[in-house]
Nanobody, 125 residues
């Protein structure tokens, strides 16, 4: 199983980006999925989690939207009105395993079994 994030970049505040999470060897379908982000020196944040219902991080809930294209087996994170504090490495994750583990080299603690290598988002003011 491999998850690959893409779509990150360096943008000005107020603009938009759409991150993609493409899976191989795994079908997103109705599986639990999530987006995390971590900035240097900051705590990991769970941007979004779908596990039955969907929950967004409060600070981005009115600007970010997650969608899914089943035909392409891709999860998207649409980020609008980006702010400098949104700068971070963004990770997608999938399939809750019911036990916690560290997400890669981050300080994120996750119960998802699959995750990608992350994509950098840098927002300048």
């Amino acid at each position: 199983v491999q998850l690959v994030e893409s779509g990150g970049g360096s943008v000005q505040a107020g603009t938009s980006l759409r991150l993609s999470c493409t899976a191989s060897g795994f079908i997103f379908g109705s599986s639990s999925v999530g987006w995390y982000r971590q900035a240097p020196g900051k705590e990991c944040e769970v941007v979004f989690r779908r596990d039955g219902g969907s929950v967004y991080l409060e600070t981005i809930a009115d600007r970010f939207t997650v969608s899914q294209d089943d035909a392409k087996n891709v999860i998207y994170l649409q980020m609008n009105d980006l702010k400098p504090e949104d700068s971070a490495v963004y990770y997608c994750a999938a399939r809750s395993m019911g036990r916690g583990t560290r997400l890669g080299d981050t300080s994120c603690w996750t119960d998802f079994g699959y995750w990608g290598q992350g994509t950098q988002v840098t927002v300048s003011s």
